[in-house]
């Protein structure tokens, strides 16, 4: 009998969120969940993404804004599938990836300069930058991945965001060994110590490295499949 009221009052506030076109929290399941709407252009919810988390933890504020981050992003893809009306499915497949590509070119090419000025004066970077850094040289220069930080910090020179901007991980040479770099030069980065790590270009980097897996990886398929 519990578990059919729970059940009822999950799917409520699912409703509640369609009717409302807001954002609806409840409690159920051994995990707080937030209801999430992708809305149309006028506004009306279409979908309901649910975020469920463990009860007990709170979302810090970077990850907060990181969700929305992406639920925006996700109506954005959302609006251009209703503009590009009949399309393959594996073009659907990749019009995320693709909106949130775009999204972190300009994300990236705003940040000051002397951010990656900052990045190239460490000495001995943390950790965590210096996994992000060996998994952007796996893309633009893979024979450096094993010297040292010292041999390869001046990647983040005046040119990198332009090669950021110009880097297009479904039109490389070798899609199949380009994923498998990329894919094990990320293996040891975990999420959760970048956002700890509190640098904002890390984390943009990080997001843009993750979708550069993701397409590269539908690129490699459709190679494989030629």
Not at 60 to 69: F, G
Not at 144 to 150: A, I, L, R
Request: charged share 25%; net charge negative.
């Amino acid at each position: 009998m519990q578990s059919k009221i729970v059940f009822v009052y999950y799917r409520r506030y699912l409703y509640q969120c369609v009717q409302t076109s807001g954002t609806t929290m409840c409690e159920a399941y051994g995990a707080t969940h937030w209801a999430y709407p992708v809305r149309d252009r006028t506004g009306c919810a279409v979908a309901v993404v649910d975020l469920g988390v463990q009860r007990g933890i709170k979302l810090s504020y970077a990850q907060n804004r990181e969700v929305m981050r992406i639920m925006k992003l996700l109506s954005m893809a959302y609006h251009q599938l209703l503009e590009l009306r009949e399309i393959p499915q594996s073009e659907v497949d990749l019009l995320f990836d693709q909106v949130m590509l775009s999204e972190l070119r300009g994300t990236l090419e705003v940040l000051d300069a002397r951010v990656f000025a900052e990045l190239r004066s460490y000495v001995e970077p943390p950790p965590i930058v210096n996994l992000i850094t060996k998994a952007i040289l796996a893309i633009f220069e893979p024979e450096k991945c094993s010297e040292e930080w010292t041999n390869y910090k001046n990647i983040f020179n005046s040119d990198f965001v332009k090669r950021v901007k110009e880097y297009d991980p479904l039109h490389v040479d070798d899609p199949c060994a380009c994923f498998s770099r990329l894919s094990e030069a990320m293996e040891p980065i975990a999420s959760d110590s970048v956002l700890k790590d509190g640098s904002l270009p890390a984390l943009h980097l990080y997001n843009w490295l993750c979708v550069c897996l993701s397409l590269l990886e539908h690129s490699s398929r459709m190679a494989s499949n030629q």
